[in-house]
C-alpha cells in the first residue's frame, strides 16, 4: 500500500502522525523552488506543523528546476510524504513519523513553466521559498522570457515581473522571498542579482522600484541534518519520498518588518523558527560550536581510530574533550553582548546531543574534506577571539590543531596524498595538501613552518603567547601514541 490521500485511512500505526482532510484543501500561499530533502525536512516541516495548528493556512507550490528525475512520485503519492525524526534532544531519544501535507503540487520548470508563471496572478502567493544549492545563487545573463530561464535568479526575476504585471503593480502584492542556499548573506546577494538582471534586461524603472520596494529578500540560516532518502517498512505502507530529520531545528530569518512576521506566522508554532534583526548570532553559533567543533576534532577522532561520529561520541574520553572545548573554550572565545553564556550553554548541549545521534553514522572522513580551509574559516578566528581575552593557551583548541597537523603528514602516490591510520589510510582531498606534504618534509621544523604560514591561515599563530608549543607538545604525544617519530 503506497501513500496517498486515498490509503491515508487505511493507515492504521499509531506512530504516524497523520494529516486531517482540512489541512489537504488549505489554499496556496508558498512558492518553492526546489524538491531537496533540507526544503522538505525543515520550512515544509514548519510550514506543516503549523497547518495542522490552524495557524499559517496555507500551502506550496513546488518548482522543480532541475532537469534530472520527474515528479511522477510526487503526483502518485498525491504530493505526501513521511518524514521520520530520529535522534536525541535534551539528552532524551526521539521518534517521530509525521506525514507532511505542505505540499499541493509539483511543477516541473522545464515543462510547465507558463502553468507557473500563471500562479503569480493568485493573491493568496505571499512567499517564495528557495535551494537550489549554493551554485544556484549566480549572476546570469539571461531573457527573463526564455521558457524558462536558465538560472534561479533568472526564474525568479520572470515569477516576480509576471506577478508585477498581473497586478498592475500594487505594493501590497509584493511577496517575501527566503532563500536557503548556504551562502553569506543569501538574502542580500540574491536582491542584488535579481535587480542586475532585471537592468541587464531593460525592463522599466517602475517595475525595478516595485522590485525592490514591494519585496522583501531575507538573508536566512537554516540548520537541520536531513541525510536523504530513508525506509521503514514497519509503518505499514510504502513511501518512496520518505525522509528522516534529526529532531534539531533551526531556520533564522532576517526581517525588521513586522508584516513579515505576520506573513510567516508558522514562526509562532516552533522556536526552531526565528525571525530577528541579525542572524549574525545565530550564525556564529552553528559556524564555531558546530562546525568548528567538527573541524577541531575531526583529525583527533580519526588518529584515535573511530570511523564515525556517533562512535567517537561513545567513547566517554573522548565526549568529555568535545564537551570541554566546546562549552570552556570555543563557548568563552565567541562570548559577547550578542552571544551570552545562556546561548552558547544551549547551543552547545544541543551540538552534544546531535553528535551523539544513535541513528546517524555520519563519517569522520567525510568531514576532513576540504580540511585545512574549514581550520582557516571555521577555527582560527575562534583562536583569534580567545587570546583576544585571555592569554592561557587554550589546550583543547591546541590539541585539535596539532591533530590535523600530524593527520597531513601523508605519503604521496602520483598526484595524491594519503594519510595512515591505525587500521587503514584514506586519500587526502585538500588544496593544501602539497604545501603541507613538503613541509612534512623537515620533521623538525614542520609544526612552526605550518603555523606560521599566513597564506594559510592569513595570521602567523606562533605570534599567540604560548601556542607554538602546545601544539608541538600535543604533536609529539600524538605521533609518540601512534608509535611514529616526530
Not at 41 to 65: E, Q, T
Not at 172 to 186: D, F, M, R
Not at 228 to 246: P, T, W
Not at 448 to 458: A, E, F, P, R, V
Request: proline residues 3%; contains cysteine; aromatic residues 10%.
Amino acid at each position: 500500500m503506497y501513500l496517498n490521500h486515498k490509503n491515508l485511512v487505511s493507515i492504521t500505526n499509531n506512530t504516524v502522525e497523520k494529516p486531517t482532510e482540512k489541512v489537504l484543501h488549505l489554499p496556496e500561499k508558498i512558492v518553492q523552488f526546489g524538491t531537496g530533502v533540507l526544503l522538505r525536512g525543515l520550512p515544509d516541516y514548519f510550514v506543516d506543523k503549523a497547518n495542522k495548528k490552524g495557524v499559517f493556512n496555507g500551502r506550496i507550490i513546488v518548482v522543480k528546476s532541475t532537469s534530472s528525475g520527474g515528479v511522477d512520485a510526487f503526483k502518485e503519492q498525491d504530493n505526501l510524504y513521511t518524514t521520520c525524526i530520529k535522534g536525541i534532544s535534551k539528552g532524551e531519544i526521539i521518534e517521530e513519523n509525521i506525514i507532511n501535507a505542505s505540499i499541493s503540487r509539483v511543477l516541473s520548470a522545464r515543462e510547465e513553466w507558463n502553468e507557473i508563471l500563471a500562479t503569480a496572478a493568485s493573491a493568496d502567493i505571499e512567499v517564495i521559498i528557495s535551494n537550489t544549492t549554493e551554485a544556484g545563487i549566480v549572476e546570469s545573463n539571461d531573457n527573463i522570457h526564455d521558457m524558462p530561464p536558465a538560472s534561479f535568479p533568472g526564474k525568479l526575476l520572470s515569477y516576480l515581473y509576471a506577478r508585477y504585471r498581473a497586478f498592475s503593480g500594487d505594493v501590497s502584492k509584493g511577496l517575501v522571498i527566503l532563500p536557503t542556499e548556504l551562502i553569506s548573506n543569501n538574502g542580500d546577494v540574491l536582491k542584488q542579482y535579481t535587480i542586475s538582471l532585471a537592468q541587464k534586461n531593460n525592463l522599466e524603472e517602475a517595475f525595478i522600484h516595485w522590485l525592490t520596494s514591494a519585496n522583501t529578500f531575507c538573508n536566512t540560516l537554516v540548520d537541520r541534518i536531513v541525510p536523504g532518502a530513508f525506509v521503514d517498512e514497519s509503518l505499514g505502507y510504502k513511501d518512496d519520498l520518505m525522509i528522516m530529520a534529526e529532531p534539531f531545528t533551526l531556520w533564522a530569518i532576517e526581517a525588521n518588518d513586522p508584516k513579515v512576521k505576520e506573513i510567516l506566522s508558522f514562526e509562532s508554532v516552533d522556536t526552531g523558527v526565528v525571525i530577528t534583526p541579525s542572524v549574525y548570532k545565530f550564525k556564529e553559533l552553528k559556524l564555531r560550536l558546530l562546525n568548528g567543533s567538527h573541524t577541531f576534532t575531526c583529525a583527533y577522532a580519526l588518529l584515535q581510530g573511530f570511523v564515525t561520529v556517533k562512535e567517537a561520541m561513545e567513547n566517554a574520553s573522548f565526549k568529555k574533550f568535545i564537551e570541554e572545548l566546546a562549552f570552556n573554550e570555543i563557548g568563552q572565545a565567541i562570548e559577547s553582548e550578542e552571544i551570552t553564556r545562556e546561548d552558547i550553554n544551549d547551543f552547545a548541549s544541543s551540538v552534544i546531543d546531535r553528535f551523539s545521534n544513535p541513528f546517524l553514522a555520519h563519517k569522520w572522513e567525510a568531514i576532513s574534506l576540504n580540511y585545512t580551509s574549514k581550520m582557516a574559516l571555521r577555527n582560527v578566528p575562534i583562536v583569534e577571539k580567545w587570546y583576544n581575552k585571555s592569554e592561557n593557551v587554550p589546550k583543547h583548541i591546541a590539541t585539535g590543531f596539532a591533530a590535523y597537523i600530524v593527520l597531513m603528514d601523508t605519503q604521496k602516490v602520483s598526484d595524491k596524498f594519503f594519510t595512515k591510520l591505525q587500521d587503514t589510510s584514506f586519500a587526502i582531498q585538500d588544496d593544501q595538501a602539497g604545501k603541507l606534504y613538503d613541509y612534512w618534509q623537515n620533521k623538525d621544523t614542520v609544526v612552526k613552518n605550518i603555523l606560521t604560514d599566513q597564506g594559510i591561515w592569513g595570521v602567523d599563530l606562533t605570534s599567540f603567547p604560548g601556542f607554538l608549543e602546545e601544539v608541538q607538545a600535543q604533536v609529539n604525544t600524538i605521533k609518540k601514541e601512534n608509535k611514529t617519530a616526530v
